[in-house]
């Protein structure tokens, strides 16, 4: 049973704060990693995708992989309050196309 | 910007109808996906196909189904609606030579079976 595990939360921090949202998954052959926000209502949207160890940055936005320990991470530095959202990790294992979500992490910026 | 489009978006119908939610891309991709998901609760997968005329079914058992006929387009139709079904149904695709198969979300569509 392939797991992803996030904590809920809601994770509350002050604006300009760094946000570190966490993921687990159980499946050591896991190969590609993706990070989504979703605002309440509406769809997931894609943020950062990760595949290597190591850490990966797109603007406010750092992605943390580390196969060994089989965590994966998102960093949002300088935290706006719209980055209030719910975050979804997503793992896929190699060779599939069916990636395994876990139930997101709400993150909560506030004034 | 991705480009899959989901209608209708809201849809209140009375139980026992027959309703097929419409999903269509313009991205050309090979896999798409049909997503159940209830307010601040996890996704669920229901349906997916890997191209046409191929498709499965997902985890959570579902009284759906499917069909992929065209490449840009993946129907979901309930043949008869029971307030159970009242969800946010949500389609994605992905495309496997990006390698990565990262998914585009649709905007939904909100059912509500009374």
């Known amino acids: 049973q392939k797991e992803v595990e996030q904590n809920s939360g809601p994770l509350s921090v002050p604006e300009g704060a760094i946000a570190s949202l966490n993921c687990t998954y159980s499946d050591r052959g896991s190969q590609s990693f993706f990070w989504y926000r979703q605002y309440s209502g509406k769809s997931p949207e894609l943020i950062m995708f990760?595949?290597?160890?190591g850490d990966k940055e797109d603007g406010r936005f750092t992605a943390q992989l580390n196969k060994a320990s089989q965590y994966v991470s998102l960093l949002i530095r300088d935290s706006q309050p719209s980055d209030s959202a719910t975050y979804l990790c997503a793992v896929n294992e190699l060779g599939s196309y069916i990636p395994t979500f876990g139930r997101g992490t709400s993150l909560i910026v506030h004034p | 910007e991705a480009d899959i489009y989901q209608t209708p978006r809201y849809l209140v119908i009375g139980t026992g109808k027959k309703i097929t939610l419409e999903c269509s891309q313009t991205m050309g991709h090979d896999k798409m996906y049909w997503y159940q998901q209830d307010p601040g609760m996890e996704l669920h997968l229901i349906h997916y196909s890997y191209g046409v005329n191929s498709t499965e079914k997902g985890d959570l058992s579902s009284e759906s189904t499917v069909s992929r006929i065209r490449t840009e387009h993946f129907p979901l139709t309930l043949e008869s609606a029971r307030p159970s079904h009242t969800s946010q149904y949500l389609c994605a695709s992905s495309e496997s030579a990006s390698g990565n198969n990262e998914q585009f979300f649709g905007p939904g569509t909100r059912l509500t079976v009374l």
């Open positions: 990760i595949y290597s160890n």
